[in-house]
């Protein structure tokens, strides 16, 4: 048992993973990622956007070294009707918040630095079980063999099988994910520029709202990436069951939408990909530890469903196991009360702060799909295409028309409850 | 740009299929079940219920390891496993 146990073993070399691994392997302490896909990112797919904050901490050469296709300058925010729509731009060419990455390249260049610093890398392994002893998690069971360590940290993404094993995490409800689907569409580097109105290596976020996904929990999004643009969308699967229908319906209508089809014209579509999105926030996160046993990132449900940020959270969870671990291993104490500071420590973030800001704020647009998600966003592309009109009726009139429709179509009883909600969405993030 | 299937789509990721499934429905499971959800949660149209043979056909090939499908399941009977090592998807561009 002595050659084949480590300090630390880390299932899964995702952003979380080798975040925890790299922090472990710069102080000093034997760290073994364990990745299932043929090198770190082959299994991986979001946006996506990774943050200034935490990436720095763990990688203070990142900016100037590692493979970053933008820096996202621009942040857009689109409400889509079925062929128009009201886009809101915010512009800043100073901005240093996030960028665009790929994965493949991305957590390829995170883990090389991880391996750089003395870290043990085995690719190609999938771990098909925990070994728990004593009700303590001693080490990993491959699909070729058995390996032990102090602590396992499990970094095994959205699904997370291995937290389910030891009963830290439940089955999943089906409205508490999101499946993510998106193209990678190639375009020559200076048509992104031009379309998306953007300096050689500023990059463009797009969120987007509303038609196809009218009154459905779902949420469109563009990257734009060095050569190629992302857009995609994560909708709840709750919603695709109810309405039977097929992520991919729903992307190829985005991409169809008349404001959107312009941007990806004569593209050619490099790869489809699909990921689930663990957006159950607050209420869902399970506990994040146990004997022996740390969860970090998607597997710890760790998601802003909101801003839809994930791989910040993964960092920093990664991270702060890895710190616990580290105090851990210096007091040769592996205990659950011991690895429990991982999660206090996790709670004092502004991340976990946030998820509680928003803790009821999806199940409220949720619960309101219709009007948050359809009547509201075409009522502001109605009202545009009133606004901007030029004719024969005066305007005065159009008004009128707008404001009887407007609340014919909602009734009173309706925009009263749509005012408490909104009411209970701005006080519920504010409180 | 012009539609693209499904099908299509797959063909842009890279992929070395077992030749076993890793995806197990359980078939009483199925037959009893009323709405098929994998049928539309699937990114990748890996589940088609055949009425002939009475089944759930598992176009385990096709799957991009998403696990919509295990977190859809209405009997939440569905045995959904990671590929072998070696198999599976290889994403470049995620």
Known sequence: ??????????????????????????????????????????????????????????????????????????????????????????????????????????????????VELGAYYSPMTVVRELIVKDGKVVGIKTDEEEFYADIVILADGANSLLAKQIGLRKNLKDCENAIGVKEVISLPKEVIEERFNLSPEGGCVTEIIGAPMKGITGLGFM????????????????????????????????????????????????????????????????????????????????????????????????????????????????????????????????????????????????????????????????????????????????????????????????LIKDAINFARLFFGVLK | MEYKSTDEKLQTVKSSPDIVSHLVPNTEDCRKCENKSCQYVCPAGVYEWTDWDNRMLVKFENCLECGACRVACDKQSLVWKYPKSGYGITYKQG
């Not at chain 1, 993973?17 to 770190?40: D, F, N």
């Not at chain 1, 946006?47 to 970053?68: K, S, V, W």
């Open chain 1, 223 to 414: 990257y734009t990436n060095k050569n190629s643009v992302s857009i995609g969308l994560g909708v709840n699967l709750d919603e695709l069951k109810k309405h039977k229908l097929t992520p991919n319906e729903l992307l190829n209508k985005l991409k169809e939408h008349p404001s959107i089809a312009p941007l990806i014209k004569d593209g050619e579509l490099l790869e489809y990909s699909a990921h689930l999105i663990p957006e159950g926030g607050f209420n869902a996160m399970p506990k994040l530890y146990g004997d022996g046993v740390m969860v970090v990132g998607d597997a710890g449900m760790l998601v802003n469903n909101v801003h839809w940020e994930g791989t910040n959270l993964a960092m920093m969870s990664g991270m702060l196991a890895a710190q616990t671990a580290i105090e851990a291993l210096n007091k040769n104490d592996f205990s659950s009360k011991m690895l429990s500071l991982y999660e206090k420590k996790f709670k004092e973030t502004s991340f976990y702060k946030d998820m509680r800001t928003y803790k009821d704020a999806v199940k409220i647009v949720h619960n309101n799909a219709y009007s948050f998600l359809w009547f509201y966003p075409q009522k502001i592309n109605e009202f545009f295409e009133m606004f901007t009109e030029s004719g024969y009726v005066p305007r005065r009139s159009l008004y009128k028309r707008f404001i009887k429709n407007f609340i014919k179509k909602r009734n009173i009883k309706g």
């Open chain 1, 1 to 114: 048992m002595t050659t084949n146990k480590t300090d630390v073993i880390i299932v899964g070399a995702g952003v979380a993973g080798v975040a925890a691994g790299i922090t472990l392997a710069r102080a000093g302490k034997k760290v073994v990622i364990v990745e299932r896909g043929s090198y770190a990112g082959a299994k991986n797919m979001f946006g996506g956007a990774i943050y200034d904050y935490p990436t720095r901490d763990l990688y203070p050469e990142f900016r100037e070294q590692a493979p970053i296709e933008r820096v996202n300058k621009t942040h857009k925010y689109m409400i889509n009707d079925d062929n128009t729509s009201v886009t809101l731009s915010f512009n800043n060419e100073k901005s240093e918040t996030s960028y665009t990455v790929i994965r493949a390249k991305w957590d390829k260049w995170c883990v090389e630095r991880a």
